[in-house]
């Protein structure tokens, strides 16, 4: 999915927050950020991050989300979704991208903040 038009504030709409899954993710091409899972957690809490875990690149789209959390489907590190850090014992950070929810409607930032 290409983003769409940007606003006058650099945000721009990528997808209503219905279209992504609960407990799951949907990957978005941008630009500014590469490949971004934007992800939706049960309690509809929308979060982005780069679609790389920080241990081998897997894609953490197809992870299993938890809470705010998503596991990597490759070699199971838990990433936290707010801050993209892994959880100890394992050390790394996945890149977060600014997210935000308007009207139902899910925003990135559309350049590096």
Do not use: N, Y
Request: with cysteine; aromatic share 4%; net charge neutral.
């Amino acid at each position: 999915m290409e983003l769409g038009i940007m606003d006058r504030a650099g945000w721009m709409e990528v997808c209503g927050v219905q279209d992504i899954p609960r407990q799951g993710a949907r990957v978005v091409a941008t630009a500014a950020h590469g490949e971004v899972a934007v992800f939706r957690a049960l309690d509809d809490t929308v979060f982005a991050l780069e679609d790389r875990c920080p241990h081998k690149g897997g894609p953490l789209s197809q992870g299993i989300v938890h809470g705010h959390a998503v596991t990597c489907p490759l070699h199971s590190w838990v990433i936290d979704l707010a801050s993209g850090e892994a959880a100890a014992p394992d050390k790394g950070c996945a890149r977060r991208i600014p997210v935000r929810v308007e009207g139902g409607r899910v925003l990135l930032a559309a350049s590096r903040r």
